[in-house]
């Protein structure tokens, strides 16, 4: 099976390196060659919610079985626990305990959720290292499991709750004599052209009266600091609307986002993800 | 077959990981798994014409029957055809119609171009997403293709004409009493040593007198003002001269390069590509 | 056999893309295909010395038999030479001969090293290019003995001696009537997290007396001048400390390093590595 790996330790080092090598190591001892396919290993350093976030962005277009590694791990070396999970389609995700699993378990759900005994599955040789788990354990077992030379059964015992981070649902705000609203957040932005993807539906927008077509109201706050308003186009994509304009449309998990075509919405006002940040949509 | 990946979508997120998912889920789909290459991830977004360079620069080099598939789209979701195209080597490639195989047209030729049927070859369940076709379309049907799963005549219409970028040749300037000179563009920079290359292949460089161990006339304009000039030695490699100090030389590709060695000669004096910069060499 | 490619190319343009599809051309007229793992193309441009520890790093993790090829060349094009080296696990490392090899001499040993005939083992049709020999030769050699279309012995003649970097190795101060202390270097630093790492071995840090939950005496210098003085607790890992703290760490080569945690002791102490830093470790 696949090996999909994710860290906060970017490429520049030798340390997913390392990594891949140990897993290698695994597949070598039992006659295999172990595929491995990066899903990103640019996490900003420590960033728990933006890892859960590409977890759930990616992990349901790969195969049944993918074994996914995701290491971001402030905590390495104190006593939160590590975990192993299993969704319904067999897909085995192997990470610290620490939040990263929460959008798999609510959108997509586990079958099986099992606590790493960090002793028994370490890399042989390995007891001297308090800081490197991503080659000294989650490769190592990660690799094991994709190899098929562990059951995720023998992982270790059924760990009966994840850690989770705080989630916010995108409601519906009701106004007497106003027209509806929907307030949302901003949980990631499509980094690399600065568009704003936030938490709420389509089918929320859809509720509030926004169709593709429409002209949109939209206002963004940041610690209750409106810091955007503006009326602008809700339409299919970037194309539709002339260079340099804004726009509402569906993104690739189907939430609504803000762009603007050919050039990055978020630089030119300033908007970021994460808390304190809320989205607010509705009809004009 | 190999499935080559180049997008301008970074490898900070999960876009590219997702296409990945798609593709090997093709491939498990027919007890195959398919080996991915990537091409690179940061081309500069919309860049399309550095994008066409960096196929021309790499695909000769791959083996027969690679497929490539090459995400640079401003459009997406626009009227704009997507297309495949096929070389004499059987390689393929697969992108937006939107001026990305100019190089490859040009220098080694198509025996074979498809107009690609988008709603015939999407990514089941994904008519709902409009913004991501790397993912519901381009990666979906190279990995049929790459698999064997797909015929190249399958794909859709001949496409009679694809589009195209203006490009840019080299050519001799001849002036009378004078030396004649070649005067060309800066296509792309050789971005991670900030070495300057042309267009101007070395065959006019020797037509206008130009030999290694010659000294040469260097003039680099950007939009008809001067920005550098200097005469600086034709030399095999970058040792040829000390640290710092100029050089004309021959790239990878066989064109005229400028470089400084072990510095930054485009930083240095502040020289880009694209359009608006030419260079002229000739004898001293 | 493995591949695993390390340069100092980037990816943002085609070199690297290029260097691959050079290999897998190799493998498929050998009817194969050819596992290729990037180490890291990320090390800053011309760094030998960078390169030499990410090798070190990483390729004790690595199976028997994986193929290294290392392309880090100021030196491109001169007379410099090429050289294949192997380890007693039959890894080869295929680079120029400019230092690349220094600490896996030093750490790991050779059984051969040859010297590469650059004719001889040259990409056919490539005599004309100079400045590309990641492609050109290294790649394309690197392939042909990981295929095992070409073995070790017919390489070339063999290298009685490799070029070699300087190395610092940590040295116990005694001083009369004072506490010993440990003195070293940094070799490189940690740089995705800012962490600062010696070339200390914990035993010696024990030699002086210093042991896990004691506290240290810590006094960076760059030329001499000092650049850092305090005491901090040596401890297991960064979550030992409070955010924002300091604390002394054993990484994961077992080497004493210099965090803070969930921040950047690099960044915020102005510390860089190389030539001209020292780190001096002791009790309190």
């Given at each position: 099976m696949e090996l999909v790996l994710m860290t906060d330790f970017g490429l520049k080092d030798g340390a997913v390196a390392a990594m891949k090598g140990v897993a290698q190591g695994v597949a070598r001892n039992l006659a295999q060659r172990l595929p491995i396919t990066d899903l990103t290993h640019d996490i900003p350093p420590f960033d728990i919610a933006e890892a859960a976030y590409r977890l759930r962005q990616t992990a349901p277009y790969w195969p049944d079985g993918t074994v996914f590694v995701t290491v971001v791990d402030p905590g390495v070396g104190t006593a939160r626990k590590s975990v192993a999970a299993r969704d319904v389609s067999g897909r085995i995700f192997v990470c610290p305990d620490n939040g990263l699993l929460t959008h798999l378990a609510d959108e997509i759900g586990f079958e099986g959720v099992r606590e790493i005994d960090e002793i028994a599955h370490r890399l042989p040789g390995s007891s001297e290292s308090f800081t490197f788990l991503g080659r000294d354990l989650y490769a190592f077992i990660g690799a094991r499991l994709a190899c098929g030379d562990l059951q995720f059964d023998d992982i270790g015992p059924t760990l009966p709750e994840i850690t989770r981070l705080e989630v916010h649902q995108a409601t519906v705000l009701q106004n007497s004599g106003l027209e509806d609203r929907v307030v949302g957040s901003i949980p990631v932005l499509d980094v690399n052209f600065g568009n704003v993807w936030t938490n709420i539906p389509k089918s929320l927008l859809e509720q509030v009266g926004v169709n593709f077509g429409d002209q949109v109201q939209v206002v963004i706050k940041h610690n209750e600091l409106e810091r955007y308003r503006e009326v602008i186009p809700f339409v299919?994509?970037?194309?539709?609307?002339?260079?340099g304009e804004r726009l509402v449309y569906v993104n690739s998990l189907l939430h609504a986002s803000l762009g603007m075509n050919c050039s990055s919405f978020a630089a030119h006002y300033g908007i970021s993800s994460g808390a304190g940040w809320t989205v607010e949509l509705g009809p004009v």
């Amino acid at each position: 099976m696949e090996l999909v790996l994710m860290t906060d330790f970017g490429l520049k080092d030798g340390a997913v390196a390392a990594m891949k090598g140990v897993a290698q190591g695994v597949a070598r001892n039992l006659a295999q060659r172990l595929p491995i396919t990066d899903l990103t290993h640019d996490i900003p350093p420590f960033d728990i919610a933006e890892a859960a976030y590409r977890l759930r962005q990616t992990a349901p277009y790969w195969p049944d079985g993918t074994v996914f590694v995701t290491v971001v791990d402030p905590g390495v070396g104190t006593a939160r626990k590590s975990v192993a999970a299993r969704d319904v389609s067999g897909r085995i995700f192997v990470c610290p305990d620490n939040g990263l699993l929460t959008h798999l378990a609510d959108e997509i759900g586990f079958e099986g959720v099992r606590e790493i005994d960090e002793i028994a599955h370490r890399l042989p040789g390995s007891s001297e290292s308090f800081t490197f788990l991503g080659r000294d354990l989650y490769a190592f077992i990660g690799a094991r499991l994709a190899c098929g030379d562990l059951q995720f059964d023998d992982i270790g015992p059924t760990l009966p709750e994840i850690t989770r981070l705080e989630v916010h649902q995108a409601t519906v705000l009701q106004n007497s004599g106003l027209e509806d609203r929907v307030v949302g957040s901003i949980p990631v932005l499509d980094v690399n052209f600065g568009n704003v993807w936030t938490n709420i539906p389509k089918s929320l927008l859809e509720q509030v009266g926004v169709n593709f077509g429409d002209q949109v109201q939209v206002v963004i706050k940041h610690n209750e600091l409106e810091r955007y308003r503006e009326v602008i186009p809700f339409v299919h994509s970037f194309g539709f609307v002339p260079h340099g304009e804004r726009l509402v449309y569906v993104n690739s998990l189907l939430h609504a986002s803000l762009g603007m075509n050919c050039s990055s919405f978020a630089a030119h006002y300033g908007i970021s993800s994460g808390a304190g940040w809320t989205v607010e949509l509705g009809p004009v």
